[in-house]
């Protein structure tokens, strides 16, 4: 239902949405995401929506503003990032990933 309502809301309005990788294995979100700016949307009959969307910018999450649940999706306050930017914090990424990792060991 929740994203139901993001997608409306942003058909509605701008046409965009953020998208974070979640790792379900970790509980851990990305630092990094990407707008997607909504392409195609059809409301079906039963209430479902089928969207084709295609990705825009990236950005780094600074802050979770607004937490998740059933009826609601996150929000985040972000930071938009040049490409040259992302193949080093990728990188700082990855390496801060592996370190936190170890230290659960």
């Not at 997608?7 to 979100?29: C, H, Q, S, T, Y």
């Not at 306050?77 to 390496?95: F, P, S």
């Amino acid at each position: 239902m929740r994203y139901r309502v993001m997608f409306n809301r942003a058909w509605d309005n701008n046409k965009k949405i953020g998208i974070v990788m979640f790792n379900p294995e970790r509980n851990l979100w990305a630092r990094m995401g990407t707008v997607a700016e909504i392409v195609e949307f059809q409301q079906l009959q039963d209430g479902k929506i089928m969207t084709l969307n295609e990705g825009k910018e990236r950005f780094r999450v600074l802050r979770v503003t607004r937490g998740g649940s059933s009826e609601d999706y996150i929000r985040a306050l972000v930071e938009y990032v040049q490409d040259e930017e992302v193949a080093g914090g990728a990188r700082r990424e990855a390496e801060e990933a592996a370190l936190a990792e170890a230290e659960l060991r």
